[in-house]
């Protein structure tokens, strides 16, 4: 595992987590999430149906949101308020905390310290006919430190290939190096906070590399698409990442 990991830079692991605790958590945010309007009604919270509603009612807050999203719809409201509460519930902050996640990445890395869990994590949460998180790589957000950060991508439940999930371009690790190369070597009419920022002047807009996935694979010699954050305590990190998620936190 970890050679394929040095190799790949990214590793697909199956079984690690129990699966009830899993479906435990999504019951848990989903419920969580009902008073928005977001599920379609007499559907148990763990199936996560969607209500059908239109999706810019379930827009992200961002520039999106600003140009697209509902003005004065209290679901539509709602909605925000909680999928940023969600961040900091017992639900979701104990299911980050899951002891056979952290044991796992402890062995995995063979850090001396234990691995420290950032505050920050993201849970995505995307509706049908939404705009999904364009391309980009997990490094552009944590320029504070070092590349030693680990991230762990989590499906809370079952995930079809019609419902989305998280998508690797493969064989890409050199893709990240060389943007992170070119952008060190740009960085000179920066501030220190430009920097270590993702949205700063030398890059595109909203810190992507691309909104369209099918052509970036393309222009990257025809690579194939594949379908939370630890770090070594005692190695430099970015310590933005130690505090809980925000809307428009600059991260």
């Not at 148990?44 to 600003?66: F, H, I, W």
């Not at 509460?85 to 979701?92: G, M, R, V």
């Not at 694979?217 to 505090?243: N, S, T």
Request: charged letters at 25%; glycine letters at 8%.
């Amino acid at each position: 595992m970890r050679e394929r990991f040095e190799r790949d830079g990214y590793l697909l692991v199956k079984g690690l987590l129990p699966r009830q605790k899993v479906l435990s958590c999504r019951s848990a945010y989903f419920t969580h999430m009902s008073p928005s309007g977001l599920l379609h009604p007499s559907t148990p919270p763990v199936a996560g149906l969607y209500s059908g509603a239109n999706p810019r009612k379930y827009l992200p807050p961002g520039n999106l949101r600003r140009l697209f999203g509902p003005k004065d719809d209290p679901e539509s409201d709602l909605y925000v308020d909680l999928m940023v509460a969600a961040h900091e519930a017992p639900f979701y902050t104990d299911f980050c905390a899951s002891p056979e996640l952290r044991a796992f990445i402890a062995r995995f890395t063979g850090w001396t310290a234990p691995p420290r869990m950032l505050s920050r994590t993201m849970v995505r949460s995307f509706v049908p006919g939404s705009e999904l998180t364009p391309v980009h790589f997990d490094q552009m957000y944590l320029r504070g430190g070092p590349p030693t950060s680990l991230t762990a991508w989590v499906p809370i439940g079952d995930v079809s290939l019609e419902g989305g999930g998280l998508m690797y371009l493969e064989r890409s690790t050199d893709i990240g190096q060389q943007t992170e190369a070119e952008f060190a070597r740009n960085a000179g009419n920066l501030t220190d906070e430009e920097r270590v920022s993702a949205f700063n002047r030398n890059m595109s807009d909203g810190g992507f590399l691309s909104r369209d996935t099918v052509e970036y694979a393309k222009e990257k010699g025809g690579r194939k698409w594949l379908l939370a954050e630890f770090v070594d305590p005692e190695k430099p990190y970015d310590k933005r990442w130690m505090k809980v998620y925000r809307p428009l936190d600059g991260l």
